[in-house]
Nanobody, 124 residues
Framework: QVQLVESGGEWVQAGGSLRLSCRPAGGSMNGYAVGWFRQAPGKEREFVAT????????DYADSVKGRFTISRENAKNTVYLQMNMLKPEDTAVYYC?????????????????WGRGTQVTVSS
């Protein structure tokens, strides 16, 4: 069992940047592929980005390509989501999730463990 904790969400103006972090509450998630997802009010949860266990493979939603970067520091047991050029439509609760396989996938149903989320609000 892996309990994930997200941090770094806050209010920011359009065009600004934020870096989200995802860490386990205990133990290690170095053996897991990790994804970031988001859910805006009244909308379904959607895929944002994912990274393989080694960090060699990544994948992004089209809506964030070129603006967001997912990375991991296994020595710090942390996965990051660097978000640049933020837009009001990026406003959502952002969740990290882990799956005990090395492959990346945008399918939220294939992730085993989830955090409680961190709120990102982008004002115009």
């Amino acid at each position: 069992q892996v309990q994930l904790v997200e941090s770094g969400g806050e209010w920011v103006q359009a065009g600004g940047s934020l870096r989200l972090s995802c860490r386990p509450a205990g133990g290690s998630m170095n053996g897991y592929a990790v994804g970031w997802f988001r859910q805006a009010p009244g909308k379904e949860r959607e895929f944002v980005a994912t990274i393989s266990r080694s960090g060699a493979s990544t994948d992004y939603a089209d809506s964030v390509k070129g603006r967001f970067t997912i990375s991991r520091e296994n020595a710090k047991n942390t996965v990051y989501l660097q978000m640049n050029m933020l837009k009001p439509e990026d406003t959502a609760v952002y969740y990290c999730a882990a799956r005990n396989l090395w492959t990346v996938t945008p399918d939220p149903g294939r992730y085993d463990y989830w955090g409680r989320g961190t709120q990102v609000t982008v004002s115009s």
